[in-house]
């Protein structure tokens, strides 16, 4: 992947705001394994859809998954072009004018096709990155998939080619206009994600004490995007 | 537009899970107006490109905005098909087995195409929609947009008819299962979103205080979607 703006491909640069754009694989990674959910577009006939869809990154791959019956994951699997994009917003932008009103963010898309993944290692692999990214140290915890399941689900992968990210950061843009005269107070209000307290199944055995893995995530982590 | 999933149009009906399917517009207001982020797919050329744009719904209408210079914004102004999505996610679903962990979220989906706003009365009331979705009393708190402002901005509009809701919520689909023996915890972790500490814009007077808008948001609201 090229690192620099004039070197990459016509789709993935960042046309509007050119300062905020990045082509850097570190970037691309970066906010890929920081988000918890992408939205990936295909067409399907005439029309546009947009479906939001779990997925994990793992080396050079992004993978999503469904079950075979899914028609989205079938026109997927097909090689319909395909562009996954994952966002995550930080905080409000508060200007002193209308106008400048926005948001801060980071924002990674990375154009498909995807194509299905049969080798029945990389389909593990990839139902551990799946659980892992929900929640690091939950793979260990838990029942592998089976056959059945297995047989179920639909592993496509994207291979991370043509992809950049855009990030919308700091203040709002008018402090040096004429309206950072006015009375109006303008800053950022950060957006702050937390986990709330764990919830058990309805069916949860008695006595069964809250895993490993959900106590470190609430002792150590804030959530992904 | 039809409330029961058999009067639905194929591209909006909820094929995967069907009961998790919402096709009545007080589901679909409910989410748009909770969402505070929207991703848009649509055709360029032979590719499907997914973007974030904010958003703001007023009555039978979804708005976006951009700048006129946008390519992005020149395409879904031509009527390019195209599909605005927007997904709330609440919590992680842990279950005893890696193939039921999953998401709770609140998704809608709706398809356009988008139009452009010519009529300078909507166009000022879809800037003001912007304004007081991201924090309502703002817009009286702000300067409004002027003649420049106005005209470097296209606004595009969704009239909302083929839509859906899409919802996973409560616990992992396994309490039922002879999963359900295993010593493993089971529930869901919710992810909950908060407001942080204002941060002045760099530029702004000494002296000024946090807006009124603001402060009641601090007091009152989570933050949206």
Known sequence: MAGKRNDVPPRVRVRRGPKKGRYDRASVDDVLDRGLLAHVAFADGDDAVCIPMLYARVGDRVYIHGSTKSRAVRLLAEGAPACLTVTLVHGLVLARSAFEHSANYDSVMAFGPFARVLDEDERLRAFEA?????????????????????????????????????????????????????ETWAGVLPIVRSYGTPTPAPGLRPGIELSESVRRLLALRAPPG
Not at 135 to 142: I, S
Not at 152 to 161: H, K, M, P, S, V
Not at 162 to 171: E, N, P, Q, T, Y
């Open 130 to 182: 799946f659980t892992e990214k929900l929640l690091p140290g939950r793979w260990d915890e838990v029942r592998q998939p089976n056959a059945k399941e297995l047989k179920a689900t639909e592993i496509l992968a994207l291979e991370i080619g043509d992809a950049s990210v855009k990030v919308r950061s700091g203040g709002p843009d008018d402090d040096e206009s004429p309206d950072a005269e006015r």
